[in-house]
């Protein structure tokens, strides 16, 4: 009598999908297939161009840079690399009505935050509100791990540099004081950098669980007070923190101020004359950058993006010639039908 062979525990369950015993289908691709097919794809593609095509240009943008580099320039005084708590204001006109919702943004050019040591500086421990991290940060973060021999939180590259200039609209008013635009900050950060990446310690008052630290060099103050006028947004919630954290793929960029939404302004900017003042804080001379602030307004597919809807009308046509070549080459070099 022969003994059975034991089966492998290993061995897996003798069913159809784990023995790959599943029916399959293949296609049988054909010209009068393939060629219609491409035909459709790039009616698609080309259709889908044209609308985020137009969409985009219907996007109104409107950009001031402020850097300082012309002496006429009203923010000339500020760029000196010396010059301390300096304020300039930018006068601007607008001709029709700015469509709202308006979003306005902060702009750099020539600034690589892609850099991977670069990005990489940062304790994601400390930034979670882990307090064991405030004492002994993460060596990512040198240099700015310690100075004057106490630990920086937050600490790193990316933090240290924290964009801090800010921004005040008014609406210049004949006869009258400039009227204050209000600029909603709320909310400008992504919903898992705030509720989920990025924690307060829990201890409260914040500002004793940052006791035997000391805030990063370039900062005029304490993470646990960004934001004098509202406590809850304060410490590494702190939403223009969270906007900063959120590293540039490119060079040249722009990160979200606040909004334009309240108010009389709720649908826009009404034709007139308005002056943006500007607490100038941020050096970029040393590295030949550039500053501006740029005014928005959004669609459905988002903001100004003309390349989006120019590579939809590319490869859209693309398709479209790909099927008219297919089809000479077909009607050229066909088979004869067999008997």
């Given at each position: 009598?022969?003994?059975?062979?034991?089966?492998?525990?290993?061995?897996?369950?003798?069913?159809?999908?784990?023995?790959?015993?599943?029916?399959?289908?293949?296609?049988?691709?054909s010209a009068g297939i393939v060629i219609p097919g491409f035909v459709v794809i790039g009616l698609v593609f080309i259709g889908i161009g044209v609308a985020l095509f137009v969409t985009s240009r219907s996007i109104t943008v409107l950009e001031i840079d402020y850097t300082g580099v012309d002496k006429d320039s009203p923010c000339f005084k500020c760029s000196d690399s010396d010059a301390k708590d300096c304020v300039c204001e930018v006068d601007f006109n607008i001709d029709t009505l700015f469509e709202g919702p308006l979003f306005l943004y902060y702009g750099l050019?020539?600034?690589?935050?892609?850099?991977?040591?670069?990005?990489?500086?940062?304790?994601?421990?400390?930034?979670?509100?882990?307090?064991?991290?405030?004492?002994e940060p993460s060596d990512d973060c040198y240099?700015?791990?310690?100075?004057?021999?106490?630990?920086?939180?937050?600490?790193?590259?990316?933090?240290?540099?924290?964009?801090?200039?800010?921004?005040?609209?008014?609406?210049?008013?004949?006869?009258?004081?400039?009227?204050?635009?209000a600029l909603d900050g709320k909310g400008i950060a992504w919903w898992t950098d705030y509720n989920v990446k990025f924690r307060n310690p829990s201890e409260n008052p914040l500002k004793n669980n940052?006791?035997?630290?000391?805030?990063?060099?370039?900062?005029?103050?304490?993470?646990?007070e960004l934001d004098p006028t509202d406590s809850a947004n304060n410490g590494f919630i702190n939403q223009d923190f969270l906007v900063w954290m959120r590293a540039a793929a490119l060079p040249n960029f722009r990160k979200l101020y606040r909004r334009i939404s309240e108010g009389e302004y709720e649908k826009g900017l009404p034709a007139g004359n308005y002056t943006l003042k500007i607490a100038y804080n941020y050096p970029v001379l040393k590295f030949d950058g550039r500053k501006m602030v740029v005014f928005?307004?959004?669609?459905?597919?988002?903001?100004?993006?003309?390349?989006?809807?120019?590579?939809?009308?590319?490869i859209g046509s693309l398709c479209v010639v790909m099927s008219v070549v297919m089809l000479i080459v077909y009607a050229k070099f066909k088979f004869p039908e067999e008997d």
């Open positions: 009598m022969v003994k059975e062979e034991e089966e492998s525990p290993n061995r897996p369950d003798n069913t159809a999908f784990t023995q790959q015993r599943l029916p399959a289908w293949q296609p049988m691709l050019s020539n600034y690589f935050q892609n850099y991977r040591k670069y990005s990489a500086s940062k304790d994601l421990n400390q930034l979670s509100g882990d307090v064991a991290y405030f004492k240099p700015y791990s310690y100075s004057l021999k106490k630990p920086i939180v937050p600490c790193g590259a990316i933090a240290n540099s924290m964009f801090n200039d800010t921004f005040k609209l008014y609406q210049i008013v004949k006869g009258a004081p400039n009227k204050p635009v940052f006791n035997g630290t000391i805030k990063p060099p370039f900062w005029p103050k304490p993470a646990y928005s307004n959004v669609s459905w597919m988002g903001g100004k993006n003309e390349f989006l809807g120019i590579a939809y009308l590319v």
